[in-house]
C-alpha cells in the first residue's frame, strides 16, 4: 500500500519513523481543459505518476494530491476567467506546501519529492519549499527535497513519437496531445474526444497584459488542439515519465 492517507496511524508511523521513506507530493489545479476534458488533469496526472513510481521504490508513499493551484495565466493554461477554474493565491500556495512539508517532517520523514502538475505552480512551490527548509533547520531537521515537473522527463525520442507533424512547444500544450492522450490512457471516463475542437496553436504578444485579455485565448480554453491524442501515445508518455523519474529519485537518494 503506498498511498498514505489510507495507512492506519500506527502503519505508517513504522514506515516513516527512521527517515528512509520516499514522500511524494504531487501538487496540481482545478482548471478548465477545454470541453472535452475534464478539469482535473493537473491533479489527476502528477498523482498517477506519483504512485506508479512509488510502486517501483523499496519505500515509498504518495501524500494526498495538493488540488488547488495558482492562478491559470493566459499564455499557459487559457487564463483565470473561465468557469471551472479554481485557484489559490500565490500566498496560499506556498504557505500550504510549507506547512505539508514540515508537517510530514515533524512525523520523521527527511525525503521527499514533489511532483507539479501544473506550470504556473513552479516557483511558489520553490519558495515553500525554501521556508519550510528554514524553518526546519531551526529546529535541528535536515530534510533533501526534489522538485519537478513531469512534462520535463518527455526526451526528444518520445516528442517525435507523439508529435510526427511536429511539436509546437510546451507553451501551447494546454488541453492539447499530451495532456489528452495522458488523460484518455489514465482517465477515459474523463474524456470526451467527439468534443475536441480543431484550431490552430495560439500566438501570443511577447508580452503579459493586465487585466488578462480573453480574447488572445482559442474560445475553447485550449492552447492547441487535442484532435490527435490516444490513447497510445499517453500509455508512452506516462511509461517515459514514470521510469524517468524512478531513474531520478534513485540517484538522488541512493
Known amino acids: 500500500m503506498n498511498r498514505l492517507a489510507d495507512l492506519d496511524w500506527k502503519s505508517y508511523q513504522s514506515r516513516t519513523q527512521h527517515g528512509d521513506a520516499v514522500i511524494l507530493l504531487p501538487i496540481g489545479a482545478i482548471e478548465q481543459h477545454g470541453p472535452h476534458m475534464s478539469m482535473n488533469p493537473d491533479v489527476l ?7 506508479s513510481v512509488a510502486s517501483g521504490l523499496t519505500n515509498a508513499l504518495v501524500a494526498p494530491a495538493i488540488s488547488y493551484g495558482y492562478k491559470s495565466q493566459v499564455k499557459s493554461g487559457g487564463g483565470n476567467f473561465f468557469p471551472g477554474t479554481t485557484c489559490i493565491n500565490g500566498k496560499t500556495l506556498i504557505d500550504t506546501i510549507q506547512d505539508v512539508l514540515i508537517a510530514l517532517a515533524r512525523h520523521g520523514n527527511r525525503r521527499f ?8 505552480n513552479s516557483m511558489f512551490i520553490v519558495e515553500g519549499i525554501d521556508l519550510a527548509l528554514e524553518s ?4 535541528g531537521i535536515d530534510c533533501n527535497i526534489m522538485l519537478l515537473s513531469y512534462w520535463d522527463y518527455v526526451d526528444q525520442t ?3 513519437a507523439v508529435f510526427p507533424d511536429g511539436f509546437t512547444g510546451w507553451d501551447v500544450e ?3 496531445v499530451l495532456e489528452t492522450s495522458l488523460m484518455l490512457y489514465l482517465h477515459p471516463d474523463l474524456v470526451n474526444m467527439d468534443k475536441t475542437v480543431n484550431h490552430a496553436p495560439a500566438t501570443f504578444p511577447p508580452y503579459d497584459r ?3 485579455e480573453p480574447s488572445w485565448v482559442p474560445a475553447s480554453g485550449t492552447l492547441s488542439s487535442a484532435s490527435k491524442a490516444t490513447a497510445e501515445h499517453g500509455k508512452l508518455l506516462f511509461r517515459v515519465c514514470v521510469e524517468g523519474i524512478q531513474g531520478s529519485i534513485k540517484t538522488e537518494f541512493a
Open 136 to 139: 526546519l533547520r531551526r529546529d
Open 174 to 176: 494546454h488541453g492539447g
Open 158 to 160: 518520445t516528442i517525435k
Open 45 to 51: 496526472i502528477p498523482e498517477a505518476i506519483s504512485e
Open 113 to 120: 519529492v514533489l511532483v507539479n502538475g501544473h506550470y504556473e
Open 210 to 212: 493586465f487585466p488578462p
